[in-house]
T-cell receptor, first 114, second 112 residues
Framework: KNQVEQSPQSLIILEGKNCTLQ??????????LRWYKQDTGRGPVSLTI?????NTKSNGRYTATLDADTKQSSLHITASQLSDSASYIC?????????????FGKGTKLSVIP | DVKVTQSSRYLVKRTGEKVFLECVQD?????MFWYRQDPGLGLRLIYF???????EKGDIPEGYSVSREKKERFSLILESASTNQTSMYLC???????????FGSGTRLTVV
């Protein structure tokens, strides 16, 4: 069964500090991995998407890494801001005909405090 | 950028009412999806559609139906709303290669 596990479930950090969120997956055959940011009460917004051949992708202060061999990804946030407070969701897509569905992690809730 | 628009941010409906949630996308995407999101459970797929008038059940279709009469519009229907359908509903659309996968802003539905 395809699964995506995220850790930690929640995290509190001080403004200006860095943090790293983890994602482990067992989706096969792998197509791509996405990180989304979801503000409270809003829909998820895409941060990065990585395919098998990509092992790093940046979007401003967000840097995602992918190790397709160990089936792990991380999202690193640099110099956190209060606006980074949100849930971060890791989503993995399988390849192949008819693979319209994605496998979602349950998210990491990040709180950035002053 | 792809825009996925959900018609309502908040809805309050009574038990037994028929509820329509509308979703429109503006990028000619083939695939459209309806999810519900509940605390501790993450996003769960209700229905999806890969073409006009086509629909496929997701993981939790019970109590829901969908309609896709036009490519840009995908509607979720709660035939007889129940309190356990109180949730955040998210619509998404994607291109054929599934790289562009975009969510709407969500509809918070409360059934009383």
């Amino acid at each position: 069964k395809n699964q995506v596990e995220q850790s930690p479930q929640s995290l509190i950090i001080l403004e200006g500090k860095n943090c790293t969120l983890q994602c482990n997956y067992t989706v096969s055959p792998f197509s791509n991995l996405r990180w989304y940011k979801q503000d409270t009460g809003r829909g998820p917004v895409s941060l990065t998407i990585m395919t098998f051949s990509e092992n790093t992708k940046s979007n401003g202060r967000y840097t995602a890494t992918l190790d397709a061999d160990t089936k792990q990804s991380s999202l690193h946030i640099t110099a956190s801001q209060l606006s980074d407070s949100a849930s971060y969701i890791c989503v993995v897509s399988a390849s192949g005909a008819g693979s319209y569905q994605l496998t979602f992690g349950k998210g990491t809730k990040l709180s950035v405090i002053p | 950028d792809v825009k996925v628009t959900q018609s309502s941010r908040y809805l309050v409906k009574r038990t037994g009412e028929k509820v329509f949630l509308e979703c429109v996308q503006d990028m000619d995407h083939e695939n459209m999806f309806w999810y519900r999101q509940d605390p501790g459970l993450g996003l769960r797929l209700i229905y999806f559609s890969y073409d006009v008038k086509m629909k496929e059940k997701g993981d939790i279709p019970e109590g829901y139906s969908v309609s896709r009469e036009k490519k840009e519009r995908f509607s979720l229907i709660l035939e007889s709303a129940s309190t356990n359908q109180t949730s955040m509903y998210l619509c998404a659309s994607s291109s054929g290669d599934r790289r562009g996968y975009t969510f709407g802003s969500g509809t918070r539905l409360t059934v009383v």
